[in-house]
């Protein structure tokens, strides 16, 4: 040692905070536990038991992401109490597309500089999410990192995995015929956002001015969570006939329903059968936005898309319905690779 030396917290990183915040969120992680999780947060690796969450011959299926430049508007408006949920539907919502019922979460935080309270604030939003999608949140990792990010800025990822009994993977079966059912968004989700930004840019509005579109903030309408469809998703694949899942997330529908589709089949969707939430509306307005563009960026309105059975469409709209969805019957599935519109959107 020396007169002069520094230490780590000198350089930049606080190991008290990270420990402070690990305290912090361990009853938020601990009220996301389900069957299968065998240990608490605080080893250097998460265990769990997939034949005590109920599965004797069970497939894995992992799936990563993140939240993208939503993350600016959250980080300059200080609403951070939905962003975790951002993370985890962007995750889990991939996973029931396979087939596979989400068991367990990890988060991976990193800033320049640890805040407990907003750190904290951030990872408990993870774990409701969790809690929603019935997985639990069995790990994570803070990382202090000084220099890689300006002051109050952070970064997130998530990686969720999931479970199905052999041989049950998604897509399977699908038809020429096949119905689509497409399930209500709660407004953009988290993708195309660096659009939203320049949309709000050259419309020469802030995060706290009002919404043209909503009763709300700019900044407050523009970050309701991602919507989590998981729960009444499983319900429908047990009860028989759905065929495929698409999660509508970059690329929108144009991009992401032909990839559970076969490749001779494509999609017939009548654009006028589902109404344009009001966001949209006013992004395509006040950016000048072609339609083609906002249905290859956007969910438009639709963040799940279920191909299923003709004989089962109906009941399955309406157990979709009962279990809180907003279902459309949007098209069909039909001959020849590709989407095909008709109708105008909005």
């Not at 992680?29 to 069957?35: D, H, I, L, S, V």
Request: aromatic content about 6%; some cysteine; overall charge negative.
């Amino acid at each position: 040692m020396t007169k002069n030396g520094i230490s780590y917290r000198d350089a930049g990183v606080d190991i008290d905070a990270g420990n402070a915040l690990v305290e912090r969120i361990k009853p938020a992680a601990a009220a996301t536990a389900r069957p299968g999780v065998m240990d608490a947060l605080g080893g250097f690796g998460a265990l769990f038991d997939p034949r005590a969450a109920g599965y004797d011959d069970p497939v894995l299926v992992a799936a990563t992401d993140g939240v993208g430049t939503k993350l600016r508007i959250a980080i300059d408006t200080g609403h951070l109490d939905g962003i975790g949920q951002d993370l985890v539907a962007m995750c889990v919502n991939d996973l029931v597309c396979q087939g596979a019922e989400p068991l367990f979460f990890l988060d991976y935080f990193a800033t320049g500089k640890l805040s407990v309270d907003e750190g904290a604030r951030v990872v408990e939003s993870i774990a409701r999410g969790c809690k929603s999608a019935g997985c639990a949140l069995i790990g994570g990792e803070t990382a202090e990192m000084p220099g890689m990010y300006h002051d109050g800025d952070f970064d997130l990822a998530g990686f969720a995995v999931g479970a199905m009994q052999r041989g049950t993977a998604l897509p399977q079966g699908v038809q020429n015929g096949d119905v689509l059912l497409g399930l209500a968004s709660d407004g953009v989700h988290s993708n195309g956002y660096s659009l939203v930004r320049k949309v709000a840019e050259r419309a020469g509005l802030g995060w706290a001015d009002a919404a043209p579109f909503a009763d709300a903030t700019l900044g407050q309408a523009l970050l309701v969570p991602t919507r989590l469809y998981v729960r009444p998703a499983l319900a429908a694949i047990r009860a028989g006939g759905v065929h495929a899942l698409a999660h509508i997330t970059g690329g929108g529908l144009t991009e992401n329903l032909p990839r559970v589709l076969p490749g001779d089949l494509g999609a017939e969707i009548d654009l006028s059968s589902w109404p344009l939430p009001p966001v949209f509306a006013w992004l395509a307005e006040a950016g000048g936005i072609a339609a083609a563009e906002m249905l290859k960026t956007f969910n438009s309105g639709l963040g799940m898309i279920l191909v299923v059975a003709p004989d089962r469409a109906e009941a399955l709209a309406g157990l979709l319905a009962e279990a809180g969805e907003t279902v459309h019957r949007i098209g069909h599935v039909g001959a020849g690779a590709g989407i095909r519109y008709s109708g105008t959107l909005g």
